[in-house]
């Protein structure tokens, strides 16, 4: 955060005002007022209530508290981060740049009015989308699951049911498809919001490599979180866990719960008007990694996003919840901790990237003691005989050419040897010893993965 000095000369009730609010549009700060001979610390902050008071909204700070700086006593005055308001003074927008204050350009104002919830991008209209751009069939059965029937048409029913999720509007006596409409709805919602869409990949290490499967998700966003959960089916390992009881249990390296969970929040509560990024679900041998363009929106921070509820998408957010994908209140940060500790796995990390926010949940690799899932063997370009040759290596410590002979009795040995040596070139397999004493041991780096 940054820390701002101004001398009982420089903070006039207007300074004041303008440095308070410039620091609450950028990233919160403290600001130090030294205390002089013949100002008292009543006088300070009654300046600093005056000018909280001038700012539009008004702010709402902390008391000033009286300390030390210095040798000398001095006024601090506190500006959280993350204010659910973009601020003003005589109407001017203000930030910091530097130790000056400074207006805000047009297009970094919409952005934080837009990540402050000022602003509501679900609710814009598209420009150049009608009506038909909507399916609905699709509206029509969502308005069945919500039991709606009546006197009117089932047409009008279904627009009604629209207008009032606030997915389409009035806008010129015409009715228009706002930007949710067309995600929950729309027949082709990329068209119209550029990056709304699911990059999922399963990387065979603990880093992005060569070896790797991916699927780009498009569509509408309950389509797109079917779609996602059965990647993560088909792409999680899928071993023996041995818990402290050392009970064997067969199960996916994170709770399916758990992590269908952080991709449902990431599609309802992404910054949709980020149009050149999209959500990114990476599955790495040790993490999987769920990053959604925008920051964490209004008052919503990193510390207190388990008690606080807020979100960009109220719209979105409704939608799926009608159609059971979320549960309304909650948004599942509670949930998300007690599935990962109720199968004795790290709780999740939180983070706020360059201009997103990341949710990585992290496996233990040591107690998974079975093969990868088929659908990771095929990404990795493994064939029967290979991914046999893993399923000796879950129960035992090395393999041979002989050994895999055995089970494939009717393959030629060179055909097996140069299955291994794949193996080996793959970086997935190390082979030890000479000619007929050689065998091969998983890879202590990509094998381990597995």
Known sequence: MTTERLTVMQASVQVLAETLVALANHAGGTLVLPLERRTTKTVLTDRVLQAALRTDPPLILPIPQLTMVNDAPALIVTVPAGLPHVYAVDG?????DGSENRPLPPRQLRRLMLERGELSYEEQIVSDATLDDLNWAAIADYAARLGMSGQQPAHD???????????????????????????????????????????????????????????????????????????LRDYLRK???????????????????????????????RDYSVQGDEVRLFIFADRLEVTSPGKLAGPVTIENMAQERFSRNAIIVQVLSDMGFIERL???????????????????DFAETGGGFRVTLHNTPELMVAAPADSLAAALALNPRQQAAFDFLATHPRITNKDLQEVFPEVHSETLRRDLADLVAKQLLIKLGEKRGSYYVRSAGKASSF
């Open 239 to 269: 071993g023996v866990q041995l818990g402290a009881s050392m009970a064997r249990a067969e199960q996916f390296e994170y709770p399916m719960e758990a992590a269908r969970e952080v991709v449902v929040n990431a599609v309802a509560h």
């Open 157 to 231: 029913l279904a627009r009604d049911l629209m207008i009032r999720r606030g997915c389409i509007t009035l806008c010129e006596g015409e009715w228009r498809p706002t930007n949710a409409g067309l995600l929950l709805f729309g027949h082709d919602p990329q068209r119209f919001v550029r990056g709304a869409t699911i990059t999922a990949v399963r990387f065979a290490g603990v880093t992005m490599g060569d070896q790797f499967t991916r699927a780009d998700i498009g569509g509408t966003l309950p389509d797109q979180i079917r779609r996602a959960e059965t990647f």
């Open 92 to 96: 001017r927008y203000l930030t910091r």
């Open 330 to 348: 909650g948004y599942g940060i509670d949930r998300i901790f007690s599935l990962m500790h109720a199968h004795d796995l790290p709780a999740p």
